[in-house]
């Protein structure tokens, strides 16, 4: 079946099936879902313990019964319904409601850590009942409340007792209020902000999974009838509920290049998603199963995906204001955020991310006030055959007036799937740090519990960062995920590394911190977990490259990414080599040497224009401070024509060794260069082409 837009009529039965088996009444009102009410948003038609069920998308599914239309409920009664979650609600969510503002009227429901409930006006105030444990996820689960007059309330869960509240008076209906099932009749908070939640808004959202059979009753349920329904043999069945993984693309290795998909989550979320065919990038390389996803469920920042599906993920740039966090994570239907490929050849990648950083109530920070420009990031992303990429990170800085309080720019952000938790994707000795020399300090995490607490955690101002790392100027963070890849930033010197210990909740079963990105369509910059029921995401280190100016009121910073499968150590040649570049001296040719790039991990040389390079000769001064990891080279003019390629006076086929790709501008082609050799010592380059075009 198909997803179903928009409005679907349906014919809603009331107090004319008698369902309930040996019952000696109707329920009041019935809704079955193959015949069911009006239900407007995104939802599915799928099969349920009795024919078919409503599989609500957690956003925009509900039904609405006008008061007008609705059945009188008496003050004794009872509701019953079948269930099947594919995740906990933001907030409390009605299975069904009619009731007003917490003064009249009923609410049956599910919380945010999955708690049946019944809430009611009755003996002059509001009484909440709710069951001890949560409801399971992903299986049928019979659910049922029962509300005596001048008795109380009974929850059941699958038959059984899960709460009960004794309590006097009759119960104060909402006749003039609409009936709702399966979603709130106005925006709600999202549950369980971190503080200050500036950035927390009311939001839409509806129950998330399959409903069935919900009934109205203007009498009281016996156990024993209760029990019977519960007992239904379809209960067993498995519920249409697809599985939930965040979508990498094909395993790796692949072809290396940039690719343009359409990355599938689950069917409910895509179908909210107005895009077509090529809306995600995914990276792949030829010599590494790791892969570089930039997912619109991420608003576009990158994830480094291991062999074995774990996700690594980093933070854009972020500040904040009265509104909270202004960063790319609350773009939730990526507005201001966008992707596209500049380069894909066999030697080099080059993949731009733009956005401009918002708050949780969609505005933007603006950069200066007359022209009315909004702050703009641009990320270029450089990535090398050898599974390294560089993240060039360039912006220009806000008037003074407008400046930002604070900036971060760099944020390790670990992801978990829905239905993992810290302890299945990261190892407790998470973090390694490596100077250029080698030494090395590894941080594990989580800390000890004597000072890893939710009171510390929930602090305006979080104290949970460790600043006065070892060894004292780092460059090199490896993070110890649960795969044989460990991912790894290296940084400039200068750069101040902050670890956090207080992201991993023992007291919640070491569930990850946040689940308000990625993925997520609620407004808020901050909401923490409750339950492994949904993609959540969690820092354990801040750290802050040195800027570059660049003038013009541009800053600029670079950092190089990859993923090892080796031991830490074993990094610090390529660090030495990004922050060392041997020196490329220009030994005959008219090609001009422009330095070493940072902020793409190459070389450039510059042809005369329409001259060309002519019989260009070069070489690496490494040394073993200086050693050369692997060398790209752009020689820009060089034209169209061949290349030959000889190191060290031997000549080189195209291969994993040697690649070579063309970069056409408007200003003509420029040849770019891959040469995988590592060196402590002269490395000698040649290189000869066709001559130019009189």
């Known amino acids: 079946m198909t997803i179903s837009r928009g409005l679907a009529a349906f014919l809603l039965t009331i107090a004319s099936v008698p369902v309930v088996r040996g019952a000696a009444e109707p329920p009041l009102a019935q809704w079955r879902f193959d015949t069911g009410d009006s239900v407007a948003g995104a939802f599915k038609m799928v099969e349920g313990v009795s024919g078919l069920a409503l599989r609500l998308d957690g956003y925009t599914t509900r039904i609405i019964q006008k008061a007008a239309e609705g ?29 007003k503002d917490g003064e009249a ?21 509001w009484i909440t009942v709710e069951s001890a444990r949560p409801l399971p996820l992903r299986r049928f689960t019979h659910v049922a409340a029962v509300f005596r007059e001048n008795d109380g309330v009974r929850l059941y869960v699958d038959g059984v007792e899960a709460g009960r509240l004794v309590t006097a008076g009759s119960l104060k209906a909402a006749p003039e209020q609409d009936i709702v099932l399966g979603a709130n009749r106005e925006k709600v908070m999202p549950s369980y902000p971190v503080p200050p939640a500036e ?41 249409d509920l697809p599985p939930r993984v965040l979508p990498s693309g094909p395993p790796g290795p692949g072809r290396f290049g940039a690719y343009y998909t359409n990355l599938r989550y689950y069917e409910d979320w895509d179908a909210l998603w107005p895009v077509s065919d090529h809306p995600d990038i995914v990276v792949q390389f030829d010599g590494s199963p790791v892969r570089v996803v930039f997912w619109r469920g991420l608003r576009y920042s990158p994830a480094w995906v291991t062999e074995n599906g774990l996700w690594l993920a980093d933070q854009g740039m972020e500040s904040g204001n009265p509104e909270g966090c202004v960063e790319h994570m609350q773009d939730i239907h990526t507005k201001y955020s966008s992707v596209r490929i500049i380069e894909s050849t066999p030697a080099r990648v080059v993949v731009h991310w733009r956005y401009a950083p918002v708050s949780g109530h969609d505005n933007n920070w603006i950069a200066n006030e007359r022209s009315g420009f909004e702050w703009w990031v641009d990320e270029y992303y450089t990535f090398m055959p050898d599974g390294t990429g560089v993240r060039k990170v360039r912006w220009r800085r806000p008037e003074a007036s407008l400046a930002f309080p604070w900036l971060e720019i760099q944020e390790t952000s670990v992801l978990a799937h829905p239905g993992q938790n810290a302890k299945d994707v990261l190892s407790n000795d998470a973090l390694t740090y490596l100077d250029l020399d080698g030494n090395s300090a ?130 610090v040649p390529l660090a030495r080599s990004w922050n060392r570049a041997p020196e490329l001296r220009v030994l005959a040719g008219t090609a001009e040497s422009r330095g070493f790039d940072i902020g793409q991990r190459g070389y450039t040389l510059n042809c005369a224009a329409g001259k060309g390079c002519g019989a260009l000769r070069f070489e690496f001064a490494a040394t073993a401070e200086q050693p050369l990891v692997n060398a790209l080279v752009v020689i820009e003019g060089f034209g169209d024509g061949a290349a030959n390629v000889s190191v060290n006076g031997q000549r080189l086929e195209e291969s994993a060794g040697l690649r070579l790709g063309r970069r056409r501008t408007i200003q003509g082609t420029d040849l770019i260069v891959w040469l995988e050799r590592a060196a402590t010592g002269k490395v000698e380059v040649r290189i000869t082409g066709a001559p130019p075009p009189r």
């Not at 008496?74 to 409390?92: E, H, K, Q, R």
């Not at 519990?449 to 460059?475: C, F, G, Q, Y």
């Not at 023992?506 to 993925?519: L, S």
């Not at 901050?526 to 801040?542: E, L, M, N, Y």
């Open 442 to 571: 590894t941080y594990s995490w989580p800390d000890d519990k004597s000072v890893n607490t939710r009171e510390r955690r929930n602090m305006a101002v979080d104290p949970s960062i460790v600043k006065d790392l070892k060894p004292e100027t780092p460059v090199i963070q490896v993070v110890k995920m649960r795969s044989q890849a460990k991912p790894f930033v290296i940084y400039e010197p200068g750069t101040r590394p902050h670890v956090y210990v207080g992201r991993v909740r023992d007291e919640v079963v070491n569930f990850p911190a946040y689940n308000h990105w990625p993925e997520s369509l609620v407004r808020s910059d901050g909401r923490f977990v409750q339950a492994a029921d949904r993609t959540t995401s969690w820092s354990i280190s801040q750290n802050y490259p040195p800027e570059h100016d660049e003038g013009n009121g541009y800053s600029w910073v670079a950092l190089l990414y990859g993923a090892t499968f080796g031991e830490p150590q074993s990094l």
């Open 199 to 239: 950035g927390t808004r009311p939001s839409w959202f509806s129950l998330d999974g399959i409903l069935d059979e919900v009934r109205l009753f203007n009498r009281a349920l016996a156990p024993e009838e209760i029990a019977s329904e519960a007992r239904r043999p379809q209960a067993s069945m498995k519920p």
């Open 71 to 99: 059945p009188r409920i008496s003050s004794t009664f009872s509701v019953d319904a079948w269930i099947a979650l594919g995740a906990y609600p933001w907030n409390w969510c009605p299975i069904l409601a009619q009731e």
């Open 105 to 125: 009227g009923y609410f049956f429901g599910i919380g945010p850590r999955g708690e049946l409930g019944l809430r009611l006006a009755a003996g002059g105030r």
